[in-house]
């Protein structure tokens, strides 16, 4: 271990040891016992934010940015040690994408309209406070990439986060509210409480100031929101597959789908879930994957086993989730090489571990006769959550009818799924995909309020 690893682990030891002892009373930023204390603080701090200059708004922003950056292996390793999933170097990554790729105040615009009757403008304004729900899967990332966003759009936002990344969503929530101590704004314009539970959450979802909600998180958080009453933005669960057809580079695609696949141990919603691929190139493709890509080719008696290691009468089993392909492994009895980053097998599409989101580095492969076999597949495999998919196709045509038929709200072509969040690919990044909703991947624009102000007979000067 390395000078520089054990001091940032005696770090994480000590801030975690602090948190600890500082369950009641907190005195991490932005941290109340109460939901009702959350709002009201998160109330006030708003109307200070909505009182500053978009440029003030900005420095904050600037400051957060430079804190997630300087807090990102902290941050990261708090994560894998609190929750135990993922992985350290693909949460710092996760962590340097928040800070330079959320999009900020710029993503605030006007839209006007100016001719003989006058000057009429469509401005963006703030809801107020909005209320978080965040999930333990990518939990610091979602809750600075929320905070960004919302504070770029004039809110504040309490959050609601997933009690199994409790300490390392306060720290996240302290450092937020320091950076904007900093940089001139005011303490807790991101709120929560020491103990979320699903009662806080009510208490968040039906108080009066409350106008939105957004919920990260599986279809039963989301179910919840959208019945509360409130707005809401539903980013919920996918089961993204990954479509190889004829004219693929299979090779690459090979490299691409296993890179994506075991991204942060397979957390991300938008990972690869499960391959689909035409009866023509299973066979060269799975020969890549095993030979080059570091995948274990699991025989019919370990699948059965990981069905019955993985997945509970309940649902999944949480001490897999997020967990590396050769600690999966070995919770079967196989010891493998440290280079073997993911778990194939070929399956009908029903099969358990391919059908069900598993978030787990388990790559199951699903033989169709032909394209079109392959399109129903994928489509039936996505289960209708119109989240994300991906294809490895040089055919446009086929990218076309595929992208038609899925109707995600992300479809990646020829790259890693992480492409889709502007990593190795174009475009901004968010950890708040609206599926349900529609929205898509969220932004500082996605939290305002759309206004109408409206000039009559004036101000036109053309
Ligand atoms: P989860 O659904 O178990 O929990 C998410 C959050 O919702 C947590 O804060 C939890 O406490 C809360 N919650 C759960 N049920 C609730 C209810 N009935 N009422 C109020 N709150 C409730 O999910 P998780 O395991 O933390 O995260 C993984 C899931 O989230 C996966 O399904 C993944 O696809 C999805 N996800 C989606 C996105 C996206 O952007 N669409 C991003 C990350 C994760």
Not at 255 to 281: H, M, Q, R, Y
Not at 346 to 371: C, N, S, Y
């Amino acid at each position: 271990m390395s000078v520089n690893e054990q001091l940032v682990q005696d770090v994480v030891k000590e801030v975690m040891a602090k948190l600890q002892l500082q369950s009641a009373p907190v005195k991490a930023k932005g941290v109340f016992e109460d939901m009702n204390d959350a709002i009201a603080a998160a109330k006030k701090a708003q109307q200070y934010i909505h009182r500053m200059s978009m440029d003030q708004r900005e420095q904050i922003i600037s400051n957060i940015r430079k804190k997630t950056r300087e807090n990102a292996e902290i941050l990261a390793r708090m994560g894998v040690e609190e929750t135990g999933m993922g992985n350290v170097p693909h949460k710092i990554l996760k962590h340097q994408l928040v800070a330079e790729k959320t999009p900020g105040t710029e993503d605030i615009t006007t839209t006007a309209w100016s001719g003989d009757r006058g000057l009429t403008l469509i401005e963006m304004g703030p809801f107020g406070v909005i209320g978080a729900i965040t999930p333990c899967t990518n939990p610091s990332e979602t809750i600075i990439c929320n905070t960004i966003g919302m504070l770029a759009g004039g809110n504040t936002v309490v959050f609601n986060p997933h009690p199994a990344a409790i300490k390392t969503s306060l720290y996240a929530i302290n450092m937020l509210n320091e950076a904007s101590l900093e940089a001139g704004g005011p303490e807790n314009i991101a709120c929560t409480v020491t103990k979320p539970t699903l009662e806080t959450s009510n208490i968040m979802m039906s108080h009066k100031d409350i106008q939105l909600i957004a919920a990260t998180g599986g279809p039963g958080v989301v179910t919840a929101v959208l019945s509360s009453g409130r707005r809401g933005i539903g980013a919920g669960a996918g089961n993204p597959p990954a479509l190889v057809d004829e004219t693929a580079d299979i090779r690459k695609a090979a490299e691409d789908i296993v890179n994506g696949c075991t991204f942060d141990n397979n957390l991300p919603c938008i990972a690869e879930k499960e391959i689909v691929a035409v009866d023509s190139v299973v066979s060269e493709l799975m020969h890549y994957m095993v030979t080059e890509q570091g995948c274990y080719l699991a025989s019919d008696e370990e699948v059965q086993k990981l069905v019955n290691t993985v997945l509970t009468p309940k649902g999944l089993n949480r001490k897999c989730v997020g967990r590396s392909a050769k600690a999966l492994l070995a919770m079967i009895g196989v010891d493998v090489p440290d280079n073997i980053r993911c778990i194939t097998f070929e399956g009908e599409k029903e099969h358990p571990l391919i059908a069900e989101e598993l978030m787990m580095p388990i790559l199951g492969v699903v033989r169709a006769k032909d394209f079109e076999d392959a399109v129903e597949k994928a489509v039936w495999l996505e289960h209708g959550n119109r989240h994300s998919a991906h294809i490895h196709s040089k055919n446009i045509d086929h990218i076309t009818a595929y992208a038609k038929a899925i109707d995600t709200a992300i479809l990646v072509k020829n790259a890693p799924s992480y492409a889709a969040l502007g990593f190795g690919g174009e475009g901004f990044c968010t950890f708040t995909i609206a599926s349900r909703t529609g929205e898509g991947l969220t932004s500082a624009s996605t939290f305002t309020k759309r206004r109408r102000c409206v000039m009559s007979d004036s101000l036109c000067i053309r």
